[in-house]
Structures are given as C-alpha cells and as structure tokens.
C-alpha cells in the first residue's frame, strides 16, 4: 500500500504571501498545481488588525475573525473578496483597516480546497437528525458543512466519510465563541472543548458535544447556542487526517530553550497551528513561507489581532516533523499537554 494517497498537498492546502494594492486585484497561488481554495483564512503580518475567515459555502462575502466572537460580518460590494477563482481569489478595492487589502500592507492567505457539495435531508436519508449540507472531500479529509440548530440534542451528517479529528464550529448569527474538538486534546475529548477566540484552557462541558465522539458519518451537538441554539445557523471545518498530509497530534513540553520536544508528522509541514491545553496560552500558528528558513521566528496568534512576532527561534520546520526551540507557555512549558494541527508542503515518502 502506498505511503500516501496525497502526492501533491499543494491540490489541497497552500499558503501565499501577497502585498495589499488598495485596488481590486487577483491573488495566484504560487503552487505548480491550480488550486480553487474553498475555505481561505487571511492575516495582516505587520500590523494589527483581524483574522479573516470566509469560504465557498456561506458565500465570498461573508466573514467570521478567529480572534472574536462576534456573529458574521457580509461586507459590501466594494471591500473583502471579489470571488474565488480557480488558481487563487480576488480582492475588492477595500483600503479600511477591516479589509483585507490595504495598499502596501504584507498579508499571508492559508487556503483549503474541499470538493463535492453535498445536502443532506436527515429525515429522509437516516443519516443524523438535523439537516446539513455543505462541501467534501474525502481525499482531502476536509469539509465544511452549515446547519440550523434545532435547541435539542442531535447528530449532524459531516460528510468526511472518517471520523473526524479537529472540528471548529461557530454560530454564525450570534456574539458566540468558537467551539473546537481535537481528538487528542484529552482522554475523552467528547466531554471537552477549546475556543479558538481564546487562551483558555480545555473545558470540560456536556452542553457542546452531547460527551458523545464523531463517528465515520456524523458528530454530536448538545443545546449550547454555540453548537446548538434553536434556529441559530452555524457553519463547521472539519478534517480527519490523511496519511502523508495532515496530522492532528499532541505532545508534552519540557521546558528547555535549547530542545524541545521534536514532534514526528511523516511530512514536511506547511502549515501548524499549536495551543496548550492544559492551562491558558495562544493558538499559535507557523508556516513554510513567512520566514521561508529555519528556525521559523514569525508566528501569529489565530486568537488575537497582533502583527506578527519575531522576537525568539520558535521552531524548526523540518522534512519529518517540527522542532521546538522556545520554552515559552505557548509552546513549551514543562509537563504541559498541546495539541496540534498540521498541513504537509511535501510528504517524506510519497507514492512513486
């Protein structure tokens, strides 16, 4: 069996850096492959301002902040993005500091490619019992599904076709946090959530993910207004890892400046974002072509609106995995537990 089903990560995740022009401009992506990202995540690097979050589901113009909890912002016709295209995106001539392309501001975009639509009639399909319908892959492990709570307990199709291992819900309509799974976070992460708006710590609740696990066709909600509030509408980001392209993980820090934990992916990252769990510290985010080098010193908070940091060697990028080099609490604070998300630039070994 191959090592990998994913030869090229670049169909299904990159990263690009581009310059704000204060005019209507298109953004190509740099890979060798046409990518039409589906869900597109963009921050400021020098300055402060938020993290934008939009995808093809809810429609190019509406916005989620990772770092707030504020309901979703639909921007005008003249700011935010023009549509999604198929090698990259398009901006609107939006000059605010709200937007996302301010003339000379340096940016950086983490783009996903999902995949088939989907709709799913709970009632008539027996799979859940609330509706959904969003896009899938499960080649890419990803999808993104949208829903209306219904204020009771219920299972929600996904689409996935495995289990989940990171899901990020958020009421779209309502000043509600974001509600996170990370099937390391701890041993019974069904009974536990993060908010990726926040530096808290895990907390234990029954009321977001019903203490029941996502299985191969559906995940849980309770009656929280964050995953479940009568008639509310939410939007979700799911994926399950995929062999040689994604890993969820988790790992404990030991405190030393000099060498830290190394952690084993099977690929070169792209793309990892880091938050400890067991007590407060940011969601710390790191990629391949910010620094470009090793060890990588700009990282970004995807829970706070600051530019980015350069103060400190944070970590390696590495051809198998990531590297620490901090002690810091965000990443490296003896016997505390952090999880991780992680997206490949290149498999370590691939098919051929």
């Known amino acids: 069996m191959a090592y990998t089903t994913i030869d090229n990560p670049e169909l299904y995740f990159q990263c690009k850096l581009y310059t704000g022009s204060g005019s209507i401009q298109a953004i190509t992506l740099d890979g060798d492959e ?26 190019v113009k509406a916005r989620l902040r990772s770092d707030a909890t504020n ?11 023009d549509s999604f295209d198929t090698d990259g995106f398009t901006l609107e001539a939006d000059s605010s500091e709200l937007g996302l392309n301010e003339s000379s501001h340096n940016m950086v975009s983490w783009n996903w490619k ?54 990020m819900v958020k009421n779209r309509g309502a000043a509600q946090g974001w509600c996170i799974y990370h099937h390391k976070n701890t041993s019974a992460p069904e009974t536990d959530f993060l908010s990726i708006n926040s530096t808290d710590a895990t907390v234990d609740a029954s009321d977001r993910w019903n203490d029941t696990a996502p299985t191969s066709s559906v995940f849980s909600v309770a009656d929280h207004a964050d995953t479940n509030g009568s008639s509310a509408t939410y939007i979700g980001y799911f994926f399950n890892e995929v062999k040689g392209y994604s890993k969820f993980g988790s790992y404990t820090g030991n405190g030393s400046a000099s060498s830290g934990p190394y952690v084993h992916l099977g690929f070169r990252p792209a793309w990892v974002m880091i938050k400890r769990t067991g007590g407060t510290g940011g969601w710390e985010i790191y990629d391949s072509k910010r620094d470009g080098f090793n060890p990588q010193v700009h990282g970004l908070t995807g829970n706070t609106t600051n530019a980015e940091d350069n103060t400190d060697d944070l970590l390696d990028l590495l051809s198998n995995g990531f590297k620490l080099y901090h002690d810091g609490s965000g990443l490296n604070t003896s016997g505390s537990e952090y999880i991780y998300m992680a997206f490949a630039e290149a498999p370590l070994v691939n098919s051929n």
């Open 34 to 59: 046409n990518m039409q990202p589906d869900f597109i995540w963009c921050k400021s690097r020098g300055e402060t301002r938020h993290h934008y979050l939009a995808d093809s589901v809810r429609g």
């Open 114 to 167: 999902a995949g088939t639509s989907f709709s799913n009639d709970a009632s008539a399909t027996s799979v859940g019992t609330i509706d959904s319908s969003g896009s899938a892959s499960s080649d890419a492990g990803f999808s993104i599904v949208s829903y209306t709570g219904t204020g009771s307990a219920g299972t929600i199709k996904h689409g996935l076709g495995s289990t989940p291992a990171f899901m």
């Open 71 to 81: 309901a979703e912002y639909t921007a005008n016709s003249t700011s935010g993005f």
